[in-house]
């Protein structure tokens, strides 16, 4: 085969670009077009507008005790640098600090405190880590059927270690929690409103998944044995901690599925020791095999030293009744230590000391922290009815399209009834779907406007392949993501003045669940799942089927939301002021530190001391782009 010239080969790059463009954007125009009827047809019931001032101020005074309460948006920043052969990695979360007052009859008003740069809450934490021990520190490059070693499967060049690593990423999201949970516990500051630029149930999800390999834990977890008041952290407390999400009048964690276990845990722990019929009773489970699956899973927590079993009386093991207390101790130890500490005991901020020797805190055990912050943030804004909200930017979320409404109209909760084959014509992602029919239908959906909350527990379900109704399955191996804990929804909240056309970016929101608000029977909806064994399970979820069920909740967020929205800021239109000021801060704090390193560099390459060691010191790459930077500088 004859090689083309170098000219041939770039105009047939440019014609198989161009061909695939026009086939996208043909695709694209097919999918407007379905779009056309679209909201007559099924939004029309799912959208909510006209959100009253006097009701967000009567619900703001029940929940927050007040008509006026501090807030803080809360975003995060990361960077890293090769510096010879070390890699520094940087990361840091930031708050943007206010009060917002709630009026009767007219919108809330936001107050922004002054000189946040300087005087706002942040935290932030920088760690050099040698290149060739990275792989030992980054759970990118773990191995999990070879746990204790590194994976031989990924190339380990310095320039793939550098360019995979994601110790920096890690820092941030613990900061970015660290700091949202610091905030909520601090009662004198009293922050009644969190707002986070993250998808709360998505992240959630997302930690389960990077804490979820048990074969690592033991190899590559180094807060598994760290000692708290004297007794080192185990590997049940582990298990424990990871699905600590309690809530008894949410009924979480709820008795099905891999939730089973943990339930049996939380009723044992608030009501002492239980015979096996008391836990049924407790359960209201009548069903046999569901019986069975409760015998099994006590038999299984007897086993691994969880419970004690004395007579067929069930306990709690004493040793795991403090369990979550313990938790929270270690994380606030090593979170302390890791943003607050001046003078650290270690060589290194990512090193704890364990048995009277120096480990790594890996990035799974960032992890980890950062699931059992999350839970301790839920749990904090629960207890003070702090309103926690996450909102996203940019979203491929499809869950809308792809399991809320097929499973609403197979089971005859929509009033409109769509077909499967019309849903595949639509645009790929909610968020283009949403945004696409807000510009067709400019006269009829006005922002600000807000989809129906429905269950983060959707993101998990799918239908059942029988399609019979009442039931549902899990989306992945049958497995159902927790109910009940967060509620999600699409806003929209500004358009332009001059021309109702131009209109801000549609935002994935979701929120807190607050049993006080969003638990009662017109919001909930039970499903059966069946198991693989034949076992039906109830899966009940929370899901405001249309525009009409009352949702004070949400009339409240989308007030605060709007109110937030800047109208005077282009770079910012329809977004969040407070997480946009939050981004300024991150990026101010970046680019100084950034300068810090860069100087430090400088510094380095310029000492005489230094100077015979230099050129080995540097990598090829690095004195190459030294000494082209040289020749293209004009003399």
């Known amino acids: 085969m004859q090689l083309s010239p170098l000219s041939n080969a770039i105009k047939r790059t440019c014609d198989i670009l161009k061909v695939g463009a026009s086939m996208q954007v043909l695709d694209y125009e097919q999918r407007f077009a379905s779009l056309r009827n679209f909201y007559e047809n099924l939004l029309a019931n799912l959208v909510k507008m006209g959100f009253d001032t006097r009701e967000a101020y009567e619900t703001a005074l029940e929940f927050f005790g007040s008509s006026s309460v501090r807030f803080a948006g809360i975003d995060g920043t990361m960077y890293s640098r090769p510096l010879f052969d070390l890699v520094v990695f940087f990361g840091g979360a930031y708050a943007s600090t206010g009060t917002i007052t709630f009026h009767e009859e007219k919108p809330p008003t936001v107050k922004y405190d002054e000189r946040t740069a300087k005087h706002g809450a942040g935290i932030s934490s920088v760690v050099p880590i040698y290149v060739n021990e990275i792989p030992d520190v980054d759970q990118t490059f773990f191995e999990v059927s070879q746990p204790d070693e590194v994976s031989l499967g990924k190339p380990l060049t310095e320039e793939s270690i550098i360019n995979n690593a994601t110790v920096a990423n890690w820092i941030m999201t613990f900061a970015e929690y660290y700091l949202a949970y610091r905030l909520a516990a601090d009662v004198e500051q009293n922050f009644r409103i969190i707002i986070l630029d ?6 959630r999800a997302s930690l389960l998944y990077d804490t979820s390999k048990r074969a690592l834990w033991e190899a590559k977890c180094n807060i598994l044995g760290f000692e708290v008041d004297g007794e080192p952290i185990d590997i049940n407390e582990l298990t424990i901690a990871r699905h600590f999400v309690c809530n008894q009048r949410l009924g979480l964690p709820p008795p099905r599925a891999d939730y089973l276990r943990y339930a049996i845990v939380d009723l044992l722990r608030r009501k002492g020791a239980l015979t096996r019929k008391q836990i049924l009773a407790e359960f209201d489970i009548k069903d046999e095999k569901r019986a069975k699956r409760v015998e099994r899973a006590l038999r299984k927590l007897a086993e691994k030293g969880i419970l004690t079993e004395k007579g067929e009386v069930y306990a709690l093991n004493q040793k795991f009744a403090k369990t979550w207390e313990r938790i929270k101790k270690l994380v606030i130890t090593i979170g302390d230590r890791f943003f607050f500490s001046e003078n650290p005991e270690t060589s290194n901020l990512m090193k ?12 799974l055990d960032i992890a980890f922290l950062t699931l059992f912050t999350l839970h301790m943030l839920m749990e904090e804004c629960w207890r003070r009815h702090i309103l926690l909200i996450g909102v996203t930017k940019d979203t491929a979320a499809r869950d809308f399209k792809r399991q809320l409404i097929p499973i609403m109209c197979n089971n005859d909760l929509l009033k409109a009834n769509i077909s499967q084959e019309a849903l595949e014509k639509l645009p790929n992602t909610d968020r283009m779907i949403l945004q696409s029919a807000s510009i067709l239908n400019a006269d009829k959906l ?13 993101r998990t379900m799918v239908l059942d392949k029988q399609k019979r109704k009442g039931y549902v399955a899990g989306a992945i191996k049958n497995k159902i993501g927790l109910e009940k804990v967060f509620l ?20 994935l929101v979701d929120r807190l669940v607050y049993p006080e608000y969003d638990y009662k029977p017109e ?12 076992t039906k399970e109830p899966v009940e979820v929370i899901l405001f089927v249309d525009k009409n069920v009352p949702n004070r909740l949400q009339s409240l967020t989308m007030s605060v939301l709007v109110a937030m929205a800047p109208s005077n800021i282009p770079e910012a239109f329809g977004h969040n002021t407070p997480l946009f000021i939050a981004d300024k801060i991150a990026k101010w704090n970046y680019s100084q530190f950034k300068r810090v390193v860069d100087t430090t560099a400088e510094w380095i390459l310029n000492n005489h001391k230094l100077r015979r060691f230099i050129f080995y010191m540097s990598t ?9 930077a040289a020749r293209r500088e004009q003399i």
């Open 198 to 203: 993250r998808s709360l149930s998505i992240e």
């Open 352 to 363: 704890i000391v364990k048995g009277g020797k120096e480990h790594w805190l890996t990035t």
């Open 446 to 458: 006005v922002p600000p406007w807000s989809l129906i909350e429905y269950d983060s527990a959707f």
């Open 488 to 507: 999600k929804t699409y806003v929209q909240l500004s358009q332009a003045k001059t021309d109702p056309m131009l209109r801000s970016n549609v935002l």
């Open 523 to 534: 919001t909930i909806v039970e499903f059966w799942n069946e198991l693989s064994d034949g």
């Open 620 to 628: 090829f790459r690095e004195r190459r782009t030294a000494i082209e």
